[in-house]
Each structure stands twice: as structure tokens, then as C-alpha cells.
């Protein structure tokens, strides 16, 4: 199912992923105007723009600077009249037990995947209203509602690798504002929802113990694309009555 976005313009931050480049294809693919943000350019974002003239721009921008992202905002709106449409997929990944976590580690996740967040979602607010409309996807956890693997009982070893405190919490943390930010908005037109995947086959997760590969019920790590059909379909205007859903993909390791 292909949804139409023609007229439509997206950002996308961390678009250079795994999941920011299925969700930039995706979305491009419907017919959508995007901007691909990331810190740093790469050769996917360079093929999205040679491939969709006209209809991709790339722009650096640091999730955890106000500045940033509001000339990130501001430069979209220049260049595309419009800013219909935020997926925030920029964050990162952490692990280990709560008593050896270095507070250092705990600020930078927690500023990247959750202030960082806040801030994209703060940044185009103020389009989004004058227009009446908007549609802000932010991406969550499967660990936000499982508390970070939490189980030194099965194997203490294991939690060293696998715990990940830092990053479910601050994954609860933007399940919480999504929840917030729907209610605020609804009014205004705008519609906020997350989607919260499970293990994703990607850089980020090759490290991932068997055990845990093992637990998915449909017996395969997610893809990109699994979780860039999430996104696009709360994006779409067929999406309208639904606002404030936190949305397991996951193989059906969770269910609400």
C-alpha cells in the first residue's frame, strides 16, 4: 500500500539510519517534499536527492541545539512553504546495568533521544499551527515499556550487554511527551503519535545477544521497511481520528 503524500512536505532527523532512509524512500515514493537531517551528510541521503530531484533536501542539524533546529525549521519553511509532517527518528542506542552506568553516558542519551525529541517536535509547532494542520511521528521502544531488558536473574553476564537503562528510560520519556503533545495539539490540527519497534536489523543492533534474537515470536528481527509502513500510514491522512497511540512493531515480543 502506497499512501499519497503529494503536496506534502517531511522532516525526517536522523535520516541516514536505518529506519530515517526506509521512512525518507517511503515517504518520497508517496510523493512527498523531504528534508533528510542528520548530523553528518551520507552517500544514502546523496542517492535520495540525485534520485528525487527536487524534492529532497539535506541539511546538518544537532538534535540536542535549539539553534540547530530551528534554522533547521526555519529553512525548511523557506524552501518548501510548508512543514505538513516531523518524523523524529534521530537517537541512540546504550547498554548496561544501572550500577556501572557513567553519568556521562546517562546525559547523552537522554539529550540526544529525549530533548532531542522535544526540541524537533517544539521546533515546528508554530508552522504546523498557522497552517491547521500537522502530523509529528516520533519514534519510541519497545524498551520503553519493558523497562531496558531488566532480567539479571536469567544472566547476570548478559546484563552487562544487554541492559539498556538509559535508553528505555529516555524512550518512556518520549512515549509520555507523544502522549502530551496529542492533547495539546489536537485542536490545532495536529496529530501526534510514536511508533515503537522492537529489534531492528541495523548496525545498532548486530551486537544484540542470541537469547534476545530468539524471544521474537515471528521469528525475524524487524527491517526498516516494517517500521517506515508505520510511520507513513500515522502520517497519512487516513490517519486522522488517531492521536496519542504508542505503536508496538515488534513481532509480538509486547502487546498493550
Known amino acids: 500500500m502506497t499512501m499519497e503524500f503529494s503536496g506534502r512536505t517531511a522532516i525526517i532527523t536522523g535520516a541516514s539510519g536505518t529506519i530515517g532512509s526506509a521512512t525518507a524512500r517511503t515517504l518520497l ?10 548530523q553528518t551528510g551520507s552517500s544514502e541521503a546523496a542517492a535520495l536527492a540525485a534520485t ?26 523557506a524552501e518548501f ?19 556501572q552506568l557513567a553519568e556521562a553516558e ?13 526540541l ?12 491547521g494542520y500537522g502530523r509529528i511521528i516520533n519514534i519510541g521502544s519497545l524498551l520503553g ?13 548478559e546484563q552487562e550487554r544487554s541492559g539498556n537503562i538509559a535508553y528505555g528510560i529516555s524512550k518512556a520519556g518520549v512515549h509520555a511527551l507523544t ?25 545498532m543492533t548486530a551486537a544484540l545477544p542470541d537469547r534476545l534474537k530468539q524471544m521474537i515470536p515471528v521469528g525475524r528481527m524487524g527491517t526498516g521497511a516494517d517500521v517506515a509502513r508505520a510511520i507513513a500510514f500515522l502520517a497519512a491522512e487516513e490517519a486522522s481520528f488517531i492521536t496519542g497511540e504508542i505503536l508496538d ?5 509486547w502487546g498493550d
Not at 52 to 70: K, L, N
Not at 88 to 97: D, E, K, M, P, R
Not at 249 to 253: L, R
Open 52 to 77: 528525487h530531484a527536487g524534492q529532497v533536501i539535506e541539511i546538518e542539524a544537532d538534535v540536542t541545539d535549539s539553534a540547530s533546529i530551528r534554522t533547521l525549521a526555519s529553512r525548511v519553511e
Open 120 to 131: 524537533c517536535c517544539q521546533a515546528v509547532i508554530p508552522a504546523m499551527r498557522r497552517q
Open 29 to 38: 515514493d508517496g510523493g512527498a517534499r523531504v528534508c533528510l537531517a542528520d
Open 81 to 99: 512553504g510548508r512543514i505538513d509532517i516531523l518524523v523524529n527518528v534521530a537517537g541512540i542506542t546504550s547498554h548496561g546495568a544501572a550500577a
Open 179 to 203: 502522549i502530551y503533545l496529542a492533547r495539546e495539539l489536537a485542536a490545532d490540527g495536529i496529530t501526534v503519535n510514536a511508533v515503537a519497534p522492537g529489534p531492528v536489523a541495523s548496525a
Open 106 to 118: 546517562w546525559d547523552r542519551v537522554i539529550d540526544i533521544n529525549l530533548k532531542g525529541t522535544f
Open 145 to 157: 515499556k519493558n523497562g531496558g531488558n531488566a532480567r539479571p536473574w536469567m544472566d547476570r553476564t
Open 249 to 253: 512493531v515488534n513481532g509480538g515480543m
